[in-house]
């Protein structure tokens, strides 16, 4: 069954996959980078959200700039268990 990957290098997702486990385990490409299961996120974290203390955080360009701008909190996200 396929799953929502993210890939990151450095700690930051360099691209989103969607795969089953055992080819994104074995693709020459994929297999020596640390990728984590974001199937089941809601939001999902994207390209460019970095990793930090085992959180998601959304880059700084699409964080709401402005101060009436309601910040709902989708901006960071817990890496699941």
Do not use: C
């Amino acid at each position: 069954m396929s799953r929502t990957w993210a890939l990151l290098v450095d700690n930051v997702i360099g691209n989103i996959v969607v795969a089953d486990q055992e080819f994104i385990e074995s693709h020459p490409d994929f297999s020596q980078l640390e990728k984590i299961d974001i199937t089941e996120y809601n939001p999902q974290p994207g390209i460019a959200w970095t990793l930090e203390d085992n959180k998601f955080f959304a880059p700084e360009n699409v964080k709401p700039k402005e101060e009436h701008v309601l910040n709902d909190g989708l901006h960071e996200i817990e890496v699941q268990a």
